[in-house]
Protein backbone atom coordinates (compact mmCIF):
# COMPACT_ATOMS: atom_id res chain seq x y z
CA UNK A 1 0.00 0.00 0.00
CA UNK A 2 1.61 3.38 -1.13
CA UNK A 3 1.46 6.27 1.62
CA UNK A 4 2.02 9.90 0.99
CA UNK A 5 3.67 12.11 3.81
CA UNK A 6 3.84 15.61 3.30
CA UNK A 7 6.05 18.38 5.07
CA UNK A 8 6.65 21.88 5.35
CA UNK A 9 3.31 23.56 5.88
CA UNK A 10 3.61 26.65 8.51
CA UNK A 11 1.83 30.21 8.52
CA UNK A 12 3.80 32.85 6.14
CA UNK A 13 3.10 36.49 5.37
CA UNK A 14 1.80 37.35 1.90
CA UNK A 15 4.31 37.50 -0.67
CA UNK A 16 6.68 35.05 1.26
CA UNK A 17 7.77 31.57 0.25
CA UNK A 18 7.32 27.74 1.64
CA UNK A 19 8.74 24.60 0.44
CA UNK A 20 6.27 21.77 0.44
CA UNK A 21 7.91 18.42 0.59
CA UNK A 22 6.11 14.86 -0.17
CA UNK A 23 7.51 11.25 0.15
CA UNK A 24 5.98 7.80 -1.07
CA UNK A 25 6.38 4.54 0.74
CA UNK A 26 5.28 1.57 -0.12
CA UNK A 27 5.98 1.67 -4.13
CA UNK A 28 9.32 0.13 -4.04
CA UNK A 29 9.52 -0.99 -8.02
CA UNK A 30 6.95 1.47 -9.56
CA UNK A 31 8.23 5.55 -10.30
CA UNK A 32 4.97 7.32 -9.45
CA UNK A 33 3.84 10.73 -11.19
CA UNK A 34 3.11 12.61 -8.25
CA UNK A 35 0.76 16.07 -7.73
CA UNK A 36 -0.91 18.44 -5.41
CA UNK A 37 -4.01 19.69 -4.62
CA UNK A 38 -5.59 21.97 -2.10
CA UNK A 39 -8.24 22.56 0.01
CA UNK A 40 -9.34 26.08 1.26
CA UNK A 41 -11.89 25.97 4.65
CA UNK A 42 -14.85 25.75 3.30
CA UNK A 43 -14.43 24.76 -0.27
CA UNK A 44 -13.78 21.78 -2.53
CA UNK A 45 -10.78 20.27 -3.52
CA UNK A 46 -8.64 21.54 -6.28
CA UNK A 47 -5.77 21.07 -8.22
CA UNK A 48 -2.39 22.80 -7.90
CA UNK A 49 0.23 21.30 -9.42
CA UNK A 50 1.47 18.10 -11.18
CA UNK A 51 4.48 16.45 -12.27
CA UNK A 52 5.38 13.15 -14.77
CA UNK A 53 6.96 9.91 -13.10
CA UNK A 54 10.18 10.99 -15.49
CA UNK A 55 9.69 14.65 -14.58
CA UNK A 56 9.30 15.45 -18.30
CA UNK A 57 6.19 16.99 -18.02
CA UNK A 58 4.67 19.24 -15.42
CA UNK A 59 1.43 20.60 -14.83
CA UNK A 60 -0.53 24.07 -13.23
CA UNK A 61 -3.26 25.41 -12.10
CA UNK A 62 -3.63 28.94 -13.57
CA UNK A 63 -3.79 30.73 -10.44
CA UNK A 64 -0.21 29.55 -9.17
CA UNK A 65 1.52 29.72 -12.42
CA UNK A 66 4.60 31.33 -12.37
CA UNK A 67 5.10 31.31 -8.66
CA UNK A 68 4.59 27.63 -7.69
CA UNK A 69 7.24 25.53 -9.34
CA UNK A 70 6.92 21.39 -8.54
CA UNK A 71 9.70 19.29 -8.89
CA UNK A 72 11.14 15.58 -8.27
CA UNK A 73 13.63 14.98 -5.56
CA UNK A 74 16.69 12.71 -6.07
CA UNK A 75 15.07 10.15 -3.90
CA UNK A 76 12.82 8.13 -5.49
CA UNK A 77 8.88 8.85 -5.50
CA UNK A 78 9.53 12.44 -3.77
CA UNK A 79 8.11 15.40 -4.51
CA UNK A 80 8.68 19.44 -3.94
CA UNK A 81 6.42 22.62 -4.36
CA UNK A 82 7.95 25.86 -4.08
CA UNK A 83 5.66 28.37 -3.13
CA UNK A 84 6.45 31.75 -4.01
CA UNK A 85 5.06 34.93 -4.10
CA UNK A 86 1.95 33.45 -1.82
CA UNK A 87 -1.07 35.30 -1.47
CA UNK A 88 -3.93 35.12 1.54
CA UNK A 89 -6.38 32.93 -0.78
CA UNK A 90 -3.30 30.32 -1.28
CA UNK A 91 -4.38 29.34 2.43
CA UNK A 92 -5.74 25.67 2.71
CA UNK A 93 -4.66 22.50 3.59
CA UNK A 94 -2.25 20.72 0.75
CA UNK A 95 -2.30 17.25 -0.18
CA UNK A 96 -0.09 15.27 -1.88
CA UNK A 97 -1.29 13.38 -4.45
CA UNK A 98 -0.65 9.97 -6.95
CA UNK A 99 -2.16 8.14 -9.25
CA UNK A 100 -2.09 3.83 -9.67
CA UNK A 101 1.54 3.58 -11.38
CA UNK A 102 -0.74 1.92 -13.90
CA UNK A 103 -3.13 4.07 -14.09
CA UNK A 104 -4.10 6.82 -17.37
CA UNK A 105 -0.98 8.83 -17.83
CA UNK A 106 -1.27 12.50 -16.81
CA UNK A 107 -1.89 14.79 -19.96
CA UNK A 108 -3.44 18.11 -19.72
CA UNK A 109 -7.06 16.93 -20.49
CA UNK A 110 -7.03 14.98 -16.80
CA UNK A 111 -4.39 16.13 -14.66
CA UNK A 112 -7.01 18.46 -12.66
CA UNK A 113 -9.26 15.45 -12.15
CA UNK A 114 -9.34 14.37 -8.38
CA UNK A 115 -10.65 10.77 -9.91
CA UNK A 116 -7.14 10.39 -11.27
CA UNK A 117 -5.45 10.08 -7.79
CA UNK A 118 -6.18 6.85 -5.82
CA UNK A 119 -3.33 7.99 -3.23
CA UNK A 120 -3.92 10.60 -0.58
CA UNK A 121 -1.87 12.15 1.83
CA UNK A 122 -3.02 13.12 5.44
CA UNK A 123 -2.12 17.19 4.28
CA UNK A 124 -0.53 20.14 5.56
CA UNK A 125 -1.70 23.40 6.87
CA UNK A 126 -0.19 26.10 4.36
CA UNK A 127 -1.81 30.23 5.89
CA UNK A 128 -0.78 33.12 4.28
CA UNK A 129 -1.49 36.27 5.69
CA UNK A 130 -2.39 39.19 4.45
Known amino acids: QVQLVESGGGLVRAGGSLRLSCAAS????????MGWFRQAPGKERKFVAA????????YYADSVKGRFTISRGDAKNTVFLQMDGLKPEDTGVYYC???????????????????????WGQGTQVTVSS
Open 51 to 58: ITWDGRDT
Open 97 to 119: VAPYPSGPALTSSNVQSLALYDY
Open 26 to 33: GSPFATLS
